[in-house]
């Protein structure tokens, strides 16, 4: 079994005033296997988290560690943590021009195993997995991305995850931007990766409508910048009700 173990991460970020800290000491482990839900007002530090493991320039880790089965990940360039087995959904994810969905995949694909798939093997994959997430075949010899609406830009993300099968898959506000039934589409993926591999996951989200379709394990409210509180599942219907305002004032 896997873990991800993050302790005592302190994260700051430049900004024209100077550095401003984000996260404050935040001490979180995921196993193999296991969902965890991140649930927050907007500014609390969630995305920061997402961005600061997967190794973003722009945040930088003053204090903490982040493991992976004991490895040192913040010691890691970003390629080296993708092919380490991490994997983050961005919540804006980026256009590449001139580089087409099929390519894309195949390449990281050998990257991660550091040889080819198979070529047909390798096309029956990505068919198969276009067609869960209702994907245009035609998509495969687009850029990535490029003039993708919110919702195909989603389910390319979770085709990735599919593909891929990292070890552990952050997932940035997946749901925002969705309609109900790209939401439906998106979260089967994540679900049949969850089934089909023992990947990790951390999903983080404002709302509980996601959690209707992915099941976590475990609950995590994250207020100024640290974990103020964690349980299971009913935590997350607990917001629902009573919204984030007894977190909010204490902070």
Do not use: C
């Amino acid at each position: 079994m896997s873990n991800l173990t993050i302790s005592d991460l302190h994260v700051t970020v430049e900004t024209p005033e100077g550095p401003k800290q984000i996260l404050r000491g935040v001490d979180l482990t995921i196993n193999s296997g296991e969902t965890h839900a991140i649930m927050g007002p907007n500014g609390s530090g969630k995305s920061t988290l997402a961005y600061s493991i997967a190794g973003h320039p722009k945040y930088q880790v003053t204090q903490g560690s982040v493991l992976l089965d004991g490895e040192e990940v913040l010691e890691m360039s970003v390629d080296e943590r993708a092919r380490a087995g991490l994997f983050l959904a961005m919540q804006y994810p980026v256009e590449v021009p001139g580089v087409s969905v099929s390519n894309f995949l195949r390449t990281a694909r050998t990257a991660i195993d550091g040889k080819a798939p198979a070529l047909r093997q390798w096309v029956g994959e990505v068919r198969e997995a276009m067609d869960d997430l209702r994907i245009d075949p035609a998509f495969a010899e687009r850029s990535v991305n490029e003039g993708f609406s919110g919702g195909e830009k989603k389910r390319h993300e979770i085709l990735q995850m599919q593909l891929l099968k990292p070890r552990f898959a952050i997932l940035d506000e997946t749901d925002s931007g969705l309609d109900v039934d790209a939401l439906r589409i998106v979260s089967e993926g994540v679900n049949k990766a969850r089934s089909t591999t023992d990947v990790g996951v951390l999903l983080i989200t404002h709302y509980t409508r996601i959690l209707q379709y992915i099941k976590p394990d475990h609950v995590h409210v994250f207020v100024d910048g640290k974990v103020a509180e964690q349980g299971g599942p009913e935590l997350a219907e607990q917001l629902e009700a009573e919204g984030y305002d007894r977190f909010l004032a204490k902070a």
